[in-house]
């Protein structure tokens, strides 16, 4: 299995931006496609964007898309979300997540191991 520890995160303004990293350790890191979770107080853990093993595919929430990057460097077993133009509606704790199926999906259920987390609070 595979151990995933997220950091980055941290309070940020309206409008700003962060960086959330996640390193993996175990079992080799290309095995899994990865996600980004994330979950807000009194609210379902919703996803926020995920890439194929190699990281060629990649998918993100409708309700974010154009202010984020997944991306993931296997030489480094890491794997990045950029967020940008950030909305208090965005602050949550961030969690990666690793997935042995082969392709990336949206369903939080298809995750298999998951980080700790990291807060991101966005204030207005």
């Known amino acids: 299995q595979v151990q995933l520890l997220e950091s980055g995160g941290g309070l940020v303004q309206t409008g700003g931006s962060l960086r959330l990293s996640c390193a993996a350790s175990?079992?080799?890191?290309?095995?899994?496609?990865m996600g980004w979770l994330r979950h807000a107080p009194g609210q379902h853990r919703e996803f926020v964007a995920a890439?194929?093993?190699?990281?060629?595919?990649?998918i993100y929430a409708a309700s974010m898309k154009g202010r984020l990057t997944i991306s993931r460097d296997n030489a480094k077993n890491t794997l990045y979300l950029q967020m940008i133009s950030l909305k208090p509606e965005d602050t949550a704790v961030y969690s990666c997540?690793?997935?042995?199926?082969?392709?990336?999906?949206?369903?939080?259920?298809?995750?298999?191991?998951w980080g700790q987390g990291t807060q991101v609070t966005v204030s207005s």
């Open positions: 997540a690793a997935s042995e199926a082969v392709l990336p999906g949206i369903r939080v259920a298809q995750y298999d191991y």
């Open positions: 890439n194929s093993r190699s990281g060629g595919n990649t």
């Open positions: 175990g079992r080799t890191f290309i095995s899994y496609s």
